[in-house]
């Protein structure tokens, strides 16, 4: 199965690909109908610096993330984060592996040894 969508991603120039950020921040930035000058003073950079940005000439990850939390979209980023897979097999073994009953510990220790 072959997603065109995908297939433009991988094609994109990294070029390119920084000036789809640019353009995502300052379509969001017009979505909730902010200036320029009230983002970055709200991302805490300098108005020259958000410029750039959105033209896609000056890009940081720090910038990129100062402004998706400016613009109230930081979970944006969940796409990122590592999550701890267990595979089938090791799930299994754990499974087996759990008490399946309690057992009294006195009853087996008050039974008398026996003399064979």
Known sequence: MTNISYIKW???SDVSLIKNLGSFIKYNRLQ???TQVQLSSEAGIARS???LFEKGENTSLLVFIQLLRA???LELLQAFQVTQRISPIQLAKLEKAERQRAR???EKE???KSDW
């Open 49 to 51: 610096t958000l410029s």
């Open 71 to 73: 613009l109230k979209l």
């Open 110 to 112: 008050s039974k008398p």
């Open 104 to 106: 009294n510990k006195s």
């Open 10 to 12: 991988i094609a994109a």
């Open 32 to 34: 909730q109908n902010k």
